[in-house]
């Protein structure tokens, strides 16, 4: 990672080096962290977050499942985000704000402790998700069972979550793929480890509803509302693994991953293994309205 700009942390831009936290601050030891993963574009008007609002929102929502009590106001942290982007000098990144219980005392309660927020940004690379960009990405169905709403609040977008995916992720690249597809604990299909998924099925898009145990993701939305604008129709369902196996195309969806294709899962080849023309159309499509070249969408960008 190359170390450029500042990081906000409670208020105050700091150099990027000194951005650090105590060894015993809770939510190393516990999780009890939320964050959000959000990303600027250059666009034919300069620099532009997208859908800032929309996880700032999702950002205190996700707090509040943790009983977090913010010290910041939605007002705050917006502006925060905006000046670590403008003090990072980069026309594109990826920014991570993340709140988070911090140092003062151990134990497994973390209500005692301050809720921290800091905000980072960085150089994001096309190397770090061109799986399913060019070519498509080649998943396995993860032996590791997507955890769900009985275990922990999966409308929060909550480090703990996480931990669950990165042992799907790790496994599947271990395996020698690219990603992973979860199964909840009814075997319905629910996520990549990181991205929302899709499937397009004799002319019809599918995807899993929120009950599924799915974060509902911003892209997700996103991708969602360009299909409507466009006159197509997307319908949420359970989806089997047969649904994936036989599907016409899959794509899955996220801010790391923008739109990306999906070529086989677990060595079954998805229809002819090439890039389908609806994943390929919504690429470009995503593509024009987070860049500002598709007007019809630009209240998703907030310009620096």
């Known amino acids: 990672m190359r170390e450029v700009g500042k990081i906000w942390m409670n208020g105050k831009l700091v150099p990027f080096k000194d951005a650090k936290v105590h060894i015993l601050t809770h939510a190393l030891h516990y999780s009890t962290a939320v964050f959000e993963g ?87 690379k096309v190397g770090e998700s061109k799986a399913g960009k060019i070519t498509g990405a080649r998943c396995k169905t993860s032996s590791w069972l997507r955890i769900d709403s009985r275990a922990q609040p999966m409308q929060a977008k909550a480090a703990s979550n996480y931990a669950n995916a990165a042992l799907a992720r790790v496994e599947a690249l271990k395996n020698g793929y690219d990603e992973s597809i979860m199964l909840n604990y009814h075997g319905k299909v629910t996520e990549g480890s990181a991205e929302n998924i899709f499937i397009v099925k004799n002319g019809q898009i599918f995807t899993p509803p929120l009950a599924s145990g799915i974060l509902e993701g911003i892209t997700r939305d996103s991708v969602i509302q360009i299909i409507r604008a466009d006159g197509g129709e997307v319908i949420e369902r359970d989806l089997d693994r047969d649904d994936l196996y036989s599907a016409d195309e899959i794509f899955m969806t996220g801010t790391a991953a923008e739109v990306k294709s999906v070529s086989e899962v677990d060595d079954v080849i ?26 019809r969408f630009a209240h998703w960008l907030t310009h620096l």
């Not at 929502?61 to 000046?83: C, G, P």
């Open 270 to 295: 998805i229809d002819n293994g090439r890039m389908g023309q609806t994943t390929k159309r919504l690429q470009h499509s995503f593509m024009d309205a987070a860049t500002g070249r598709d007007e």
């Open 38 to 124: 959000i990303r600027c574009y250059n666009t034919p008007r300069g620099s532009a977050i997208f859908r800032l609002p929309e996880h700032v929102d999702r950002l205190f929502r996700s707090a509040k499942l943790y009983s977090m009590k913010m010290q910041f106001t939605k007002e705050q942290i917006t502006d925060a985000i905006v000046k670590t982007v403008r003090a990072s000098t980069l026309k594109e990144c990826y920014i991570r704000p993340i709140a988070y219980y911090g140092y003062g005392t151990m134990g497994l309660t973390p209500t005692p402790n301050r809720v921290d927020v800091s905000i980072a940004c960085w150089e994001w």
